[in-house]
């Protein structure tokens, strides 16, 4: 299993993009597995975002700092490799997209079966943060 990097692919972070990581149950997770280096990520956000979410996308994006479950590291860090194969990779879609598939699928359940203990976790690293298990920005909060 491959180990992320300092700060580039399968490195988990509490990044909020959209609303949330959507979980096949419909919960959401602000927990995300990076799949490019954190530095164009920021200039993404920077350059991509409104200048009203800016400074609160990049105030919440932060990497754990806490231990995660072991499967859900290993399922995170494989899935986030897997992305980065098939988005490097197009002529091999189909064999990619299959193991991007099972890969996300499996987090999925990892992350389902520690749900609650990663929000405990991300609550004690993050108080105050807007997040409402379903968006970074709840209106009237932007």
């Known amino acids: 299993m491959p180990e992320p990097e300092t700060d580039g692919i399968g490195v988990p972070v509490f990044l909020i993009d959209h609303d949330g990581h959507k979980l096949p149950d419909e919960r959401r997770t602000p927990l995300q597995f990076t799949y490019e280096p954190l530095p164009n990520r920021v200039a993404f956000v920077e350059k991509e975002k409104t200048p009203e979410e800016v400074p609160i996308r990049l105030r919440w994006m932060q990497k754990v ?49 520690h749900f609650d203990e990663i929000e405990a976790l991300f609550w004690a690293q993050c108080p105050g943060c807007p997040w409402d298990g379903k968006t970074l920005f709840p209106e009237g909060k932007a």
């Not at 072991?70 to 992305?83: E, L, Q, S």
């Not at 197009?90 to 996300?104: F, G, K, L, P, Q």
């Open 65 to 113: 700092e806490g231990k995660l479950p072991p499967d859900v590291m290993a399922t995170g860090i494989a899935y986030a490799h897997a992305r980065d194969v098939f988005f490097r990779t197009r002529e091999a879609h189909d064999h990619s997209w299959v193991a991007r598939t099972r890969a996300w699928e499996a987090h999925n359940v990892a992350l389902m079966a």
